[in-house]
């Protein structure tokens, strides 16, 4: 198994949610809506 940074894990754990939840719900019935965590992560002014 490979070794990841904590932050690493978070959007690992983004990714593979993102995947479950296509496989039981419609992608017409949700939105997806980004950008503070990555605001976060860049430690921008705007967080």
């Not at 754990?13 to 419609?26: K, P």
């Amino acid at each position: 198994m490979e070794k990841y940074l904590p932050e690493e894990h978070i959007e690992l754990f983004h990714l593979y949610f993102l995947e479950q939840l296509n496989l039981v719900m419609d992608k017409r019935l949700y939105v997806l809506k980004g950008g503070c965590n990555l605001r976060f992560f860049l430690k921008s002014i705007l967080f």
